[in-house]
């Protein structure tokens, strides 16, 4: 409970704390004495500075609740004060009430233009003040109150915005970590076997190339390059008679350390027989040079192929990530139900374990709906990743697709332990969860339910039983 709210409920709602200002004496002592034996807190200012100085000192959360202010005051006049008052962020909530003759209706009106909430004839009657002040007091509580309820809401809005936002980013940072770090590996990888490379190929011309053994080279790049870009799978057991057979052949020609490349040539599909056809083109003592030159030569186009593959895979992630955010573009959307659930299976990627297997029902044809595009896929991600946590390591996560008369509805089904009975009443709350403390904040389908009910007209609605959960959203075509 908020300071203020509990402060607005212990007052009494029929008492306050009021700032007399008037600059004749007399008139504040007799308000003090009725305002006393009403029940209230009286301060008291003679002039129009006196009453601002009170007022600033209290901030920033005023305790006077209302102002009895005189209008004609020697140097600061009641108008000015009320100016000040109704300017100033922190004191304009104040019930301001001015006291004035009845003859001066034109006063009484331009006061009740700058902001007044009332104004209390001369000369003074209790019953009068008494009526007056209740009134205004009453009014001022209910401010009160509806401001704390504001706030409190404001600070709901920003926690969900934040839970959402931290559900994304970690979800992006995941999937993109991988990749990257696999690109950073293979680029310095590629940085070594480039020099391994270079080496062989000097040793390889330090006694000069024949045209015949230069063409030999280019042929087996291009047979390399091949290779790499169409790799032919072999079954491990013909691997392994291959690579024993390139072995031998390695062995009887007394090659330095080539039976660490036996694995690189069979898989660029170099055998026995292509090696002594290179034999023939290559000296004893060019051969080793040859075949370290291959395999480096087949690792730096694998190498590349990698970092090619790994960057690609990062910019799919970011265009998923820009499509499921709607970046760049306006919020109300004619929106692809289908393309949002699969940009949403992109994001949770990383909490899919092995054991959970995705199934999709989508329905061929489903038209597209007028919806906040954007919104629509925070509710898909709160869904699946509910159905995520709640089926642990294994089970079936099912996103079904259906036209309606009047709209469109997705189901995202799990096989996980399902809602208790006793609390499927109270899983839409905020902060309602039963995760510890630190995995959930309980927004996900709070937040999801405004989606869906507010900015849709849509609903949304759950069955469950061990073993089977069915969240429902049906949507309007337009709405
Ligand atoms: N598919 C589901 N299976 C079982 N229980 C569920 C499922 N979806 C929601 N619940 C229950 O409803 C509660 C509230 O869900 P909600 O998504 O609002 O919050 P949360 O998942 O606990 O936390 P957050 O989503 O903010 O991380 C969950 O804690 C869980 O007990
Ligand atoms: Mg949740």
């Known amino acids: 409970m908020s300071n203020m709210e509990s402060q607005a409920q212990q ?34 200012a ?23 202010l005189d209008l004609l005051m020697p140097g600061m006049d009641g108008f000015q004060v009320l100016q000040q008052i109704k300017s100033d962020l922190a004191l304009r909530d104040l019930v301001v009430i001015v006291i004035s ?13 700058l902001g007044a909430e009332d104004f209390l004839p001369k000369p ?34 920003q926690s969900e915005k934040l839970a959402t936002l931290g559900r994304l980013s970690a979800g992006v940072a995941h999937e993109l970590n991988n990749p990257a770090a696999a690109a950073q590996r293979s680029a310095g990888a590629l940085a070594d076997e480039l020099a391994r490379m270079q080496a062989a190929q000097r040793r390889l011309t330090v006694r000069g190339l024949t045209a015949a053994q230069e063409a030999e080279l280019e042929r087996l790049a ?16 013909t691997r392994m008679d291959h690579e024993e057979a390139v072995e031998a052949w390695i062995g009887k020609h007394r090659l330095e350390n080539g ?30 040079a040859v075949i370290v030159w291959i395999s480096t030569t087949y690792n730096l186009h694998a190498l590349a192929r990698e970092i090619g593959d790994t960057t690609a895979r990062i910019s799919e992630i970011v265009s998923a990530l820009k499509s499921y955010t709607y970046m760049d573009q306006a919020p109300i959307q004619q929106v692809d139900i289908h393309k949002g659930l699969e940009d949403t299976l992109t994001i949770l ?3 899919l374990r092995e054991g959970i297997v995705v199934e999709r029902d989508y329905a061929p044809g489903l038209p597209k709906i007028e919806a906040y595009g954007s919104e629509l896929n925070q509710v898909w991600t709160n869904l699946i990743d509910n159905a995520i946590a709640a089926m642990g390591d294994a089970g079936r996560l099912t996103l079904r ?27 839409f709350d905020p902060f309602f969860t039963t995760k510890p403390p630190g995995e959930g904040t309980g927004l996900g389908l709070n937040i999801s339910h405004s989606i869906v009910v507010q900015r849709h007209m849509g609903r949304i609605g759950v069955e469950s039983r061990p073993g089977h959960t069915r969240f429902e959203v049906s949507l309007p075509i337009t709405s």
């Open 11 to 44: 007052a009494s709602i029929h008492h306050g704390k009021i700032l007399v200002v008037d600059d004749n004496r007399m008139n504040r002592i007799k308000l003090a004495h009725m305002l006393e034996e009403q029940g209230h807190i009286v301060a008291l």
């Open 46 to 68: 003679a002039d129009g500075h006196e009453a601002l100085t009170l007022l600033h000192d209290q901030r920033p959360e005023p305790q006077i609740d209302v102002v009895l």
């Open 101 to 113: 003759a009845l003859d001066e209706m034109e006063s009484i009106v331009r006061c009740i233009e």
């Open 124 to 157: 003074f009657e209790p019953v009068i003040l008494r009526a007056r002040l209740k009134a205004s007091l009453e009014r001022k509580k209910l401010r009160d109150l509806e401001r704390t309820y504001l706030q409190q809401e404001m600070m709901l809005r």
């Open 222 to 237: 291009a047979q390399i390059a091949q290779r790499v870009a169409e790799p032919v799978i072999l079954d491990s057991l």
């Open 259 to 288: 039976w660490e490349f036996a694995a690189d040539l069979v898989a660029m599909g170099i055998d026995p027989s292509a090696l002594d056809s290179l034999a023939t083109h290559f000296a004893s003592d060019q051969l080793s």
């Open 349 to 351: 990627r990383h909490k």
């Open 401 to 427: 697709t259906r036209q309606t008369d009047d709209g469109v509805l997705v189901a995202v089904e799990d096989t996980g332990h399902g809602i208790p009975a006793e609390i499927q009443g109270k899983i």
